[in-house]
């Protein structure tokens, strides 16, 4: 089991950035493949960017791709969601998600074991 804990979210302008950071406790952090998600008042949650158990593989959403970049240090126990060129749309709580699936792609909600509680990341116009 791994507990998940997201932090880096807040308000910033169109264009802006933010750095989301997703420290794990627990079980052995680089045992899981990780993801981040977003879930915007009355969406559905949805995938936004992945990695692999080592960091040597990322993908992300069509969405996001060029502005949002997945990494992760597994010596820290931590994953970062680097956001880049923001824009409104991407207004959303953020959770990080860890999965124990042995797949190259992992994309579905359902597809992940635990979760973090989320950060609010907010884009003015």
């Known amino acids: 089991q791994v507990q998940l804990v997201e932090s880096g979210g807040g308000l910033v302008q169109a264009g802006g950035s933010l750095r989301l950071s997703c420290a794990g406790s627990?079980?052995?952090?680089?045992?899981?493949?990780m993801g981040w998600f977003r879930q915007a008042p009355g969406n559905e949650r949805e995938f936004v960017a992945g990695?692999?158990?080592?960091?040597?593989?990322?993908y992300s959403a069509d969405s996001v791709k060029g502005r949002f970049t997945i990494s992760r240090d597994n010596a820290k126990n931590t994953v970062f969601l680097q956001l880049n060129s923001l824009k409104p749309e991407d207004t959303a709580v953020y959770y990080c998600?860890?999965?124990?699936?042995?797949?190259?792609?992992?994309?579905?909600?359902?597809?992940?074991?635990?979760w973090g509680q989320g950060t609010q990341v907010t884009v003015s116009s």
């Open positions: 627990g079980r052995s952090f680089s045992s899981y493949a």
């Open positions: 990695i692999s158990r080592s960091g040597g593989h990322t």
């Open positions: 998600a860890a999965s124990n699936l042995i797949k190259v792609v992992i994309t579905g909600p359902h597809e992940y074991d635990y």
